[in-house]
């Protein structure tokens, strides 16, 4: 084969990185990009789940209000799955805002987690569809909860010794969002236990990561002694 020559891709770029070392040095943009793309797609395919329900035209008026009124369950996970995938939408954008570098490791384990969220409308189906049983409750809380450890392992693979993100980074701004963090890991794991004794308790748990991302960084703010400072994006 004869060397390839750069030509003009477009106005002020006249070649791409074609070796993985160039691929990783152009890569925290494009890998925002790929993970903004799959969280969107799975944030629209959620609302799959909502059927319009079946009815004769002859029925139509005296039975759609008590058929729209029995979608309730998958209303209820439509909404919390929404919020929950919204929620690990932004703590991984800021995760990626720190990122000054990317490595293979990195790279393969967002990938992961991906993977996760393309599969959160698959399990909120099944517990929209069977959320009365115990183990439809367990898996979702579950996956859930495997699903944020693997976030928890991406902001600890990229500020361990500060390896991908910079020196400059507040110690007080990070152990705040760690401590963000495992909280709604814990949450998680609290509802799958209880999802095995009552589903419907699970479900009350699983409500308190809408409590938690809505007041919990401000409540952590009030502490006097840690008023984190927030990070320069990469």
């Given at each position: ?144 909860l495997v699903t944020q450890l693997i976030q928890i392992a991406l902001l600890v693979d ?23 963090q495992l909280l709604v890991a814990a949450v998680f794991a609290v509802s799958f236990v ?41």
């Open positions: 084969m004869g060397m390839e020559h750069p030509r003009p891709l477009r106005k002020g770029l006249t070649s791409v990185p074609t070796t993985p070392e160039g691929l990783l040095r152009a890569g925290p943009p494009r890998l925002a990009a790929l993970s903004d793309g799959v969280f969107a797609v799975a944030m629209t395919l959620l609302v799959l789940d909502l059927r319009v329900p079946d009815l004769p035209p002859n029925h139509a008026a005296t039975a759609l209000a008590h058929s729209l009124l029995a979608l309730w369950p998958h209303y209820l996970t439509y909404a919390l799955s929404f919020v929950v995938v919204g929620a690990f939408w932004m703590g991984h954008h800021q995760t990626l805002l720190l990122l000054r570098r990317i490595d293979r490791g990195f790279v393969w384990l967002n990938l992961l987690f991906l993977l996760c969220i393309s599969a959160v409308p698959f399990v909120t189906a099944v517990y929209g569809r069977y959320g009365g049983e115990p183990v439809a409750a367990a898996v979702y809380a579950g996956f859930l990229a500020t361990r010794h500060r390896r991908l993100v910079g020196e400059d980074l507040d110690p007080v701004w990070l152990a705040d969002r760690m401590e963000g209880v999802a095995w004794l009552s589903p419907l308790a699970a479900l009350l748990t699983l409500s308190l990561v809408w409590v938690i991302n809505a007041l919990g960084r401000p409540i952590r703010l009030l502490r006097p002694h840690r008023r984190p400072r927030q990070p320069t994006p990469g």
